[in-house]
């Protein structure tokens, strides 16, 4: 018998593939990445072990082309959290251990690694190099005061003596820079406040293994200097700390604080942001940081000396993937946490309602930040604008546009928040009531009027705008509702002597945010106009006003998760006005001012509000108090998806404590010409429907007439 090797690859099917592995190739360690023929093309795989013998015919059997190993082995904890993300959202495990490399490391093109930067490793830290090897001993020494180039070395003649040391374990060849080079200066930490040192009284103890640590603390409480204190005792033990964060925009700022509080230390990013190349370069480097900095799929990042997870703003939704892999950061971080035995800190001023219920019943442990850090800044007030019985015009009421002419008058900064980015939500006919439908989706083109286009923010259809209308060619089409840039439009006309600045997805690129935070900072921006990515994490001293125009629509909307996100995001909102010493109104504009969401709101009470929605959903059964799983199907025709979700549902093993709703239309039911439609299934017990699915998805491939697309979806957030 040859020898094989069990590779995993990125291929839909749920199981592994058996290759011959060429005579004279050694032992090949788990998780190392090959090169096989699959088919009539190449892929690049994960070995998952040396089997004794295939259940494929010795003849059908066919060689592994190269082991890739000019680059590194995926080590045997990210083959577990792997193994558990297929087991847990029903996924093969090829296409989830491909998907935790960068791109470029998951093409068979040799990787050459341009290394420009010896760096002392973990070893080499405490390592005695024997009396006589003088060089060596100089060399490690001037390392551990600071990597040294590569350049630098040649031109020392030390080549020789690098290499020693890199053979020793001692020293490493990084893709990395000297992570003080950018930043001279530092930030010596602030005392404590009281509830910090209470707080850090109770983690700094728990450091030493798994448990889940959930700070609810309110913006600016000074949870971020919570992590960072933290984090030096992570450091102190050599160990590495892996903080997820959810937006992009936000990395660089974040990125700057830590490297002024950790100088010397190696902070890495990992994120879409960066290029392909970089990407890979951070993620070689990550065995040897100490702090990787990551949005979503860096919880799979290579880290042997793990010894925390923070997960700052835990409750946002961009940790949970929505195509692909449909996986939560938020909850495999806290697998990896358990499978390492480190402990996962999650932070937000308004946790997810399942982080919470677990708080509240004690699985997850509650630390509470009640104040905010800088003592004299005062929680804004907030004021309701009751559209029932106010007049409204272009979007904006009386008082509304008289709290912006103050604001301004006493030099002070607004924010105006809308959730609808482009000029208007859709271009409208009076005459015939045409309202610029998509031709592919179940949703309106949006008015996108500085570039004279009509554009679909959910297939990326885009269109001219008409000169007429298409349905009876009245020339008169006008705007309905409003969108970013009419209100920009808007408010520039009745405050021409204002300097606003828009900013939405249309307008913003990642390196514009710390732009656009210089200007404000620098008294450049008297009032900001944007969409919800306003809410995030930005601290505007001088902003005293937030004023919010358009929330109805997620007071009653259908989907049950509509009031927790909402209340989220007016209460970061909040916490943007008047965060220094001045205090900060926000100020809504709503047709029910009686809804509860607000009564709690006023008060800043998150606790009281979460109470409320997890009575209501345990009385709905709905999540936290049920697990879900989303099969979604996507077909030409309705008839089609439905039909496919119906024989779905008929397969479905009989499971007590299980239920198996009927088929529906999604609530977006189409989008990019195809029909979605989609089945749920949930349960109290997650053990009883992990064991459902699992025993269901494979029936799932043998339904006739196939649909154009399904998908698994466990937890899923957006139906
Ligand atoms: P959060 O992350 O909870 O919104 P931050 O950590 O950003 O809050 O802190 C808010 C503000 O308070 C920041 O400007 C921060 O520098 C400051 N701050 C935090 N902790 C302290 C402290 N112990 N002493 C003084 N200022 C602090
Ligand atoms: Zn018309
Ligand atoms: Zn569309």
């Known amino acids: 018998m040859p ?78 959290l792997a193994q558990f993300c297929a087991d847990y959202y029903h996924y093969p495990l090829g296409a989830i251990l491909l998907a935790t490399l960068p791109p470029r490391l998951r093409n068979a093109t040799p990787f050459v690694a341009d290394t420009p930067w010896l760096i002392v490793t973990e070893a080499g830290r405490t390592a005695q190099p024997a009396a006589r090897a003088k060089a060596q001993r100089a060399l490690l020494d001037a390392l551990r005061a600071a990597p040294q180039s590569r350049d630098t070395l040649r031109a020392q003649k030390q080549g020789r003596h690098a290499a020693a040391l890199v053979t020793a374990g001692w020293a490493a060849w990084s893709r990395v820079p000297p992570a003080t080079s950018d930043a001279p200066q530092t930030t010596p930490p602030p005392s404590a406040t009281a509830e910090q040192q209470a707080a850090l009284d109770r983690l700094l103890p728990a450091l030493t293994q798994f448990g889940v640590h959930l700070i609810h603390g309110i913006t600016g409480s000074g949870k971020t200097e919570l992590y960072l204190r933290l984090i030096d005792a992570v450091l102190a033990r050599d160990q590495q700390t892996l903080v997820l964060i959810p937006e992009i925009a936000l990395t660089p700022q974040l990125e700057q604080h830590f490297r002024r509080r ?12 960066l290029t392909e190349a970089t990407r890979t370069e951070n ?45 939560s950061a938020r909850d495999v971080a806290v697998a990896r946490g358990k499978q390492r035995n480190v402990p996962v800190v999650l932070g937000s001023a308004t946790p997810a309602l399942e982080s919470y219920a677990h708080a509240l019943a004690g699985r997850y442990q509650l630390i509470e930040l009640k104040q905010r850090a800088i003592s004299q800044a005062r929680l804004p007030t907030i004021e309701l604008v009751d559209l029932k019985h106010i007049p409204i015009d272009n979007g904006l009421t009386r008082p509304a546009l008289q709290a912006l002419t103050e604001t301004l008058a006493r030099g002070e900064q607004s924010l105006v928040f809308i959730n609808r980015r482009g000029y208007a939500p859709a271009l409208y006919c009076s005459s015939c009531g045409w309202v610029s439908p998509c031709p592919r989706c179940s949703a309106r083109l949006v008015l996108h009027r500085t570039s ?158 979460a109470r409320e929605l997890l009575a209501e959903r345990r009385q709905l059964d709905l999540p936290p108090f049920t697990r879900q799983v989303l099969l979604r199907a996507e077909a030409p025709t309705m008839d089609a998806a439905l039909a496919f979700l119906q024989r779905a549902a008929a397969l479905a093993p009989e499971r007590a404590g299980v239920s198996v709703f009927s088929a529906t239309p999604a609530p977006m039911a189409r989008v990019a010409n195809l029909e979605r439609a989609q089945l749920l299934i949930q349960s109290a017990q997650r053990q009883a429907l992990q064991r459902l699915v699992a025993e269901w998805r494979p029936q799932l491939d043998t339904i006739k007439p196939r649909v154009a697309r399904w998908s698994l979806d466990v937890d899923p957030l957006v139906f």
């Open 3 to 80: 020898s094989l090797l069990q590779v995993a690859l990125d291929t839909p099917l749920h199981r592994l593939f058996d290759y011959r592995l060429p005579d004279g190739v050694g032992a090949v360690p788990p998780g190392s990445l090959v090169e096989v023929p699959f088919g009539r093309t190449h892929q690049v795989g994960v070995t998952l072990g040396q089997p004794a013998d295939s259940t494929v015919g010795a003849d059908k059997l066919r060689d592994v082309i190269r082991v890739l190993d000019d680059r590194p082995a995926l080590s045997p904890d990210i083959l577990r």
């Open 262 to 273: 950790f100088p010397g230390r190696r902070i890495i990013t990992l994120h879409s942001g």
């Open 283 to 327: 993620w070689l480097a990550a065995p040897n940081c100490d702090v990787l900095l990551g949005t979503r799929l860096s919880v799979f990042a290579p880290l042997p000396r793990l010894g925390l997870i923070v997960v700052d703003e835990e409750h946002d939704a961009s940790f949970k993937q929505q195509d692909s892999l449909r996986y």
């Open 452 to 609: 004279h286009r009509l554009k679909c923010h959910h297939c990326g259809f885009e269109t001219r705008i008409p000169p007429e209308c298409p349905g009876c060619g009245n020339p008169d089409l006008k705007p309905l509702g409003q969108g970013t840039q009419r209100l920009e439009e808007t408010l520039t006309t009745l405050l021409p002597a204002a300097r606003i600045r828009r900013i939405d997805r249309d307008t913003m690129r990642p390196r514009a945010w710390a732009e656009l935070g210089e200007a404000v900072h620098g008294g450049e921006v008297d009032i900001l106009v944007g969409t919800q990515m306003l809410a995030k994490g930005h601290d505007f001293p001088n902003m005293t006003l937030a004023l919010i125009l358009d929330t109805d629509g997620a007071l009653y909307s259908p989907d049950f998760r509509a009031t927790e996100r909402l209340f989220a995001q007016l209460m970061q909102v909040a916490g943007r006005a008047g965060r220094a010493d001045k205090p900060g109104c926000v100020l809504i504009q709503t047709a029910f001012p009686d809804h509860p969401l607000f009564r709690y709101l006023q008060r800043h009470d998150y606790p009281g509000y």
